[in-house]
């Protein structure tokens, strides 16, 4: 029998800027990432939800994005962003007068589980 194996693939490190920066995670952003290979365009969190993407589409496989940071630093409002990049592009299907980008958004508080340096939402 064989042992199972853990691999570690990319990882997100959140850090707070303390101001909003709207321009750099919008729809035209979104839209760049997409169509970008990995590494060619800065790193981004988009550029992470894009292979996410592509991976799962492609293998057929769940995927796992880690987001790690210190407290205080941004974690959930950057795990919004891969979520928001994963259903802007997973389609726009309204459910319910709900988007599946609304959907995502609107995860139960049972699904994320708060932990001290993480967190962990399961979509």
Known sequence: ????RLYTGNILIAVNPFQGLPHLYDAEVMEKYKEA???ELNPHVFAIGGITYREMINEGRNKCIL???ESGSGKTETT???MRYLAYF???TAVE???VENQV????CDDLINLKFQSWVRL
């Not at 029998?1 to 199972?4: N, V, Y």
């Not at 958004?105 to 139960?108: I, K």
């Open 67 to 69: 987001v790690s940071g």
């Open 105 to 108: 958004l609107e995860v139960s």
């Open 80 to 82: 919004k962003m891969p």
């Open 97 to 99: 007068g709900r988007t």
């Open 90 to 92: 997973g389609g726009h």
């Open 37 to 39: 290979h990995f590494k």
């Open 1 to 4: 029998m064989m042992a199972e």
